[in-house]
């Protein structure tokens, strides 16, 4: 049962997640890292809080369902742009094709499932394993590359970072074409 009022403990965290990218990037654009750091594992707090209350006190609601995962993504490709344009005094910038890639999957598909919102079943836009692997995999990356540039150089950090930065990218690729897969078979088992 959805509540009749768009302003539940779960929307509110939410949109304080919304309200806090424009400071997530400023601390990024300035070289303020571990603020964005702080900012960056705050808003991914709120998240999991957010949909930990949803469920627990049934909150969950039409309004949350879209603003939550455009709050993520918007972090996401905030993220994504920042760390791959603004690199200098950065331990662990983003590769640029590396954010090119994530970019321009999630605007594919959003393109595409508005496009063919009214021919396709609502099940066809749900995340599958391979695409929830991947957002965690963007995740992970972000959180760490954040926490790499707060910390400073570091030896180990060198061998590290681009195997980070292509499992990121061969999971996008991956689930992206899986995504197209499941679209053009409606009718295939979902996973």
Do not use: C
Not at 62 to 72: E, F
Not at 106 to 132: M, N
Not at 157 to 176: E, N, T
């Amino acid at each position: 049962m959805r509540p009749s009022s768009s302003l539940t403990l779960p929307n509110a965290l939410t949109l304080l997640r919304i309200l806090a990218i424009p400071f997530f990037a400023i601390a990024l654009w300035y070289g303020h890292h571990w603020h964005a750091f702080i900012i960056f594992a705050a808003a991914g707090f709120t998240d999991l809080l957010d949909g930990l209350i949803a469920r627990a006190f049934d909150q969950r609601s039409d309004l949350g369902a879209v603003m939550d995962p455009a709050a993520d993504k918007l972090l996401m490709t905030t993220a994504f742009i920042l760390m791959a344009w603004r690199t200098q005094g950065m331990t662990a910038p983003i590769p640029v094709w590396v954010a090119i890639l994530a970019i321009s999957r999630d605007l594919v598909i959003s393109f595409y499932a508005f496009a063919s919102v009214e021919r396709l079943s609502e099940s066809t836009f749900q995340p599958s394993f391979l695409g929830k692997l991947s957002t965690a995999a963007q995740l992970v990356a972000v959180s760490l590359g954040l926490l790499f540039n707060a910390l400073g150089p570091r030896p180990w950090m060198a061998r590290f970072q681009p195997a980070m930065y292509y499992v990121v990218a061969a999971l996008v690729l991956a689930s992206g074409i899986h995504y197209f897969l499941r679209a053009s078979h409606p009718t295939a088992q979902r996973t």
